[in-house]
């Protein structure tokens, strides 16, 4: 293992075992500062894994991840969060209830304890904080209207911007775009090169189009190896890569 790095995340000989299935197999790779890293791969890679891995979700049968120097494999889910590690599923799960401003509201982070809770209220940080983010996620139109009357693609735009109002330092998300229209996709991918002016992300996607829209670096899993690394034209100038994907 190695001792400090430069790096905001490093992920070194990760393993993770299902019944004697790796379904993460000594996976070393390592993100820098405001980047942008896509994780590619066939179904079955292992990569959602390798996300439920890094936020706490499954524990590590082996290896490490490091998170600004600090070991996360023996760190609780909500200290990975408070250690500033954000992570959207692939289903939004936002208050469908709640208006946009409610929602963004909730997940301001002094809501956290209870005392925090009982003392919170609507001051006018807060209510900056909340038109910032969602002019960023293109809602501040739609700061009054129910959750559940949004589209699909502003439901995960406000699902983003509740974790943007916790102001993590890397952000993962998982298939942002699926179901998205056209339109919608190219405006994700706006918001994303956005925010990663101070921010890192780790995303995994499908749409090879979005992918060449926001990845700085690209790492492709097979069965739950590192197969490739690079920009996205190195990696799929990769024979052993286009031998996986044409084999599907």
Same mark, same amino acid.
């Given at each position: 293992?190695?001792?400090?790095?430069?790096?905001?995340?490093?992920?070194?000989?990760?393993?993770?075992?299902?019944?004697?299935?790796?379904?993460?197999?000594?996976?070393?790779?390592?993100?820098?500062?405001?980047?942008?890293?896509?994780?590619?791969?066939?179904?079955?890679?292992?990569?959602?894994?390798?996300?439920?891995?890094?936020?706490?979700?499954?524990?590590?049968?082996?290896?490490?991840?490091?998170?600004?120097?600090?070991?996360?494999?023996?760190?609780?889910?909500?200290?990975?969060?408070?250690?500033?590690?954000?992570?959207?599923?692939?289903?939004?799960?936002?208050?469908?209830?709640?208006?946009?401003?409610?929602? =963004?509201? *909730?997940?301001? $982070?002094?809501?956290?304890?209870?005392?925090?809770?009982? @003392?919170?209220?609507?001051? &006018? %940080?807060? !209510?900056?904080?909340?038109?910032?983010?969602?002019?960023?996620?293109?809602?501040?139109?739609?700061?009054?209207?129910?959750?559940?009357?949004?589209?699909?693609?502003?439901?995960?735009?406000?699902?983003?911007?509740? =974790?943007? *109002?916790?102001? $993590?330092?890397?952000?993962?998300?998982?298939?942002?775009? @699926?179901?998205?229209?056209? &339109? %919608?996709? !190219?405006?994700?991918?706006?918001?994303?090169?956005?925010?990663?002016?101070?921010?890192?992300?780790?995303?995994?996607?499908?749409?090879?189009?979005?992918?060449?829209?926001?990845?700085?670096?690209?790492?492709?899993?097979?069965?739950?190896?590192?197969?490739?690394?690079?920009?996205?034209?190195?990696?799929? @100038?990769?024979?052993?890569?286009? %031998?996986?994907?044409?084999?599907?």
């Amino acid at each position: 293992m190695s001792s400090n790095t430069d790096f905001l995340l490093a992920v070194e000989d990760l393993t993770v075992s299902f019944d004697g299935f790796k379904a993460v197999d000594g996976l070393t790779f390592y993100v820098d500062e405001n980047e942008i890293r896509v994780i590619i791969g066939p179904n079955g890679a292992g990569k959602t894994t390798v996300l439920d891995l890094i936020c706490g979700r499954t524990k590590a049968s082996s290896g490490s991840i490091k998170y600004r120097d600090r070991e996360l494999t023996d760190m609780r889910e909500h200290q990975i969060v408070h250690a500033g590690v954000g992570r959207k599923f692939q289903n939004p799960s936002i208050y469908e209830d709640l208006t946009v401003f409610e929602n =963004l509201e *909730i997940s301001f $982070p002094r809501g956290r304890t209870v005392f925090g809770a009982l @003392a919170f209220k609507r001051d &006018a %940080e807060v !209510i900056d904080r909340v038109e910032e983010v969602a002019e960023s996620i293109f809602l501040a139109d739609q700061l009054n209207r129910r959750a559940e009357l949004l589209s699909h693609g502003q439901k995960q735009w406000l699902e983003i911007g509740m =974790l943007l *109002i916790q102001e $993590p330092e890397l952000l993962m998300l998982d298939e942002p775009v @699926a179901g998205m229209s056209v &339109a %919608e996709r !190219i405006k994700t991918a706006e918001l994303l090169n956005r925010i990663a002016s101070n921010r890192s992300m780790l995303v995994i996607e499908h749409d090879m189009k979005f992918v060449e829209d926001i990845a700085h670096k690209v790492t492709v899993l097979h069965q739950g190896k590192k197969l490739s690394e690079g920009s996205m034209e190195a990696v799929q @100038a990769d024979p052993k890569v286009i %031998e996986v994907y044409l084999g599907h």
